[in-house]
């Protein structure tokens, strides 16, 4: 059995499901990924998606509305 390193009641990863070297990226871009990732998984129900994540469902919010203003202003 291997070790489990996140478990919730969407599931669990295992140890043994990451890659040997886990892309480097900065991390605001995997914020977003992990938010993105929590939201496609929840049908874009915030509370659930912020349960998921354990934040806030605030934070989450407050993040779509940054990336959504930075959009409108051509930045990414």
Avoid: C, F, H
């Avoid at 990451?18 to 992990?34: H, K, S, Y």
């Amino acid at each position: 059995m291997p070790l489990i390193l996140l478990s919730n009641a969407e599931g669990s990863v295992a140890i043994d499901d990451l890659p040997d070297e886990p892309e480097i990226m900065p991390l605001a871009v995997m914020e977003r990924r992990l938010i993105e990732a929590a939201l496609r998984r929840t049908n874009n129900d915030v509370p659930r998606a912020a349960a998921l994540l354990e934040v806030n469902p605030s934070t989450i919010y407050r993040k779509l509305q940054a990336w959504r203003a930075a959009e409108a202003a051509g930045q990414s």
